[in-house]
C-alpha cells in the first residue's frame, strides 16, 4: 500500500474518524450493563444482528445470490462463525455485563488481537518472535491481574465473578472467530461474508431468545430495550465496523490499530460517566501490562 499522505482529504478525513472507533466499541459495554432487567442477554444479540444483517444483506443480495451454491457448499463454516462471532462474542459478553463492570470488559477485550497473534503462530504457523511472546504474557498477565482484581496474595480466598469467565469465554471465541476466517478462504467480498455469517449467527441466536421469553425474571422488550438494540446495531455493529474497514483501505491496519489502543481509555470514561463504575488501581495496573503486551504482538510481528 502507497504511503499514506495525511494532507489528502480523504485521508485526513480517515486519520479524523479512527479516534471514533473504540469510542462505538465502548457504546456496546454500557449497553451492556444497562441491559439487565430490561432485556436479556440472548435477545439483546439478537436485535443487534438481525438488525446489522438485514442492512448487510440488503447491500449485497445480488453477490449473495451469485454465490449461493458456495454459502450451501460451505453452510457448516458459515455456521461456526455466526456460533462464535454472533452468539458467543455477543450474547455471552451481555451474560457477562450482569456480574462484571465495562471496564473489565474493555480490559479483557483488549487482549483478543494476542489470542490472535499467539493462535496464528501455533495454528497457521505465522511468525512468531521473542519480542512477541513478551507481549503475550505481559498482556495474559494484565486480563488475571483484572480478574482477580489485583488480589494476588489472597487468591485463594477469592471469590471469583461469573461475568469475567463469560467475557474471557467471549475474548477467546473472538479469536477463534478471526483464525477461522483466514482458515477457511472464501470467494465473498468481506461485506458479503460478514452477511452470510450474521444470517447464520441470527438463526442460532433464535431458540435462546424463545427460551428467554419463557423467563419471569428477565424483561424482554420495551421502549428502553428497543433503544438499547438499535445503539447497539447502530453504532458497535455497522458504523464501528465500517469506519474500521473503510479508514484501514485508507491509512493502513498499523494506524488503525494504533487508535483501538484508546478502547479502555473511552470505556473507562463511560463506565464512570454513565454508570458510576469509577476505575480501580487494579484496572490501571492492567491496563498498564495489557496495552503494552498488545502493542509489542502487533508491532513486532515476525521479529
Not at 479516534?19 to 436479556?40: D, F, K, Q
Not at 471465541?173 to 477461522?180: D, E, T
Not at 477457511?184 to 441466536?205: D, E, M, Q
Request: glycine share 10%; hydrophobic share 60%; charged share 10%.
Amino acid at each position: 500500500m502507497p504511503e499514506a499522505n495525511p494532507h489528502h482529504p480523504q485521508q485526513q478525513l480517515a486519520l479524523t474518524l479512527i479516534w471514533l472507533v473504540p469510542s462505538l466499541w465502548t457504546v456496546n459495554y454500557i449497553v451492556a450493563r444497562m441491559a439487565p432487567g430490561v432485556i436479556g442477554p440472548y435477545l439483546l444479540a439478537l436485535g443487534r444482528w438481525a438488525i446489522a444483517g438485514a442492512v448487510l444483506v440488503a447491500m449485497c443480495a445480488p453477490e449473495l445470490w451469485r454465490e449461493r451454491r458456495h454459502i450451501a457448499a460451505h453452510w457448516g463454516q458459515y455456521l461456526v462463525l455466526g456460533v462464535l462471532g454472533m452468539l458467543i462474542c455477543g450474547a455471552w459478553v451481555y451474560q457477562g455485563a450482569r456480574s462484571t463492570g465495562a471496564m473489565n470488559i474493555a480490559l479483557i477485550y483488549a487482549a483478543s488481537p494476542v489470542l490472535i497473534a499467539l493462535g496464528a503462530g501455533l495454528w497457521l504457523g505465522e511468525a512468531f518472535g521473542k519480542r512477541q511472546a513478551l507481549g503475550v504474557a505481559l498482556a495474559l498477565a494484565g486480563v488475571l491481574h483484572v480478574i482477580v482484581r489485583g488480589n494476588w496474595l489472597a487468591l485463594a480466598d477469592m471469590q471469583f465473578v461469573a461475568g469475567d469467565a463469560w467475557v474471557l469465554a467471549a475474548t477467546i471465541s473472538w479469536a477463534a472467530f478471526a483464525l477461522l476466517q483466514k482458515r477457511w478462504p472464501s470467494p465473498l467480498s468481506a461485506t458479503a461474508r460478514l452477511a452470510t455469517i450474521c444470517v447464520f449467527g441470527v438463526a442460532t441466536l433464535i431458540p435462546f431468545s424463545l427460551w428467554e421469553l419463557t423467563q419471569p425474571d428477565l424483561l424482554v422488550w420495551g421502549p428502553e430495550a428497543l433503544w438499547l438494540v438499535l445503539a447497539v446495531a447502530a453504532m458497535p455493529g455497522l458504523g464501528a465496523y465500517w469506519i474500521y474497514g473503510w479508514a484501514q483501505r485508507i491509512v493502513g491496519a498499523s494506524r488503525v490499530a494504533v487508535a483501538l489502543y484508546l478502547g479502555p481509555l473511552y470505556a473507562s470514561i463511560g463506565a464512570w460517566w454513565m454508570l458510576g463504575e469509577p476505575p480501580g488501581w487494579h484496572h490501571l495496573v492492567g491496563a498498564m501490562l495489557i496495552l503494552p503486551g498488545v502493542f509489542l504482538v502487533t508491532a513486532a510481528r515476525g521479529r
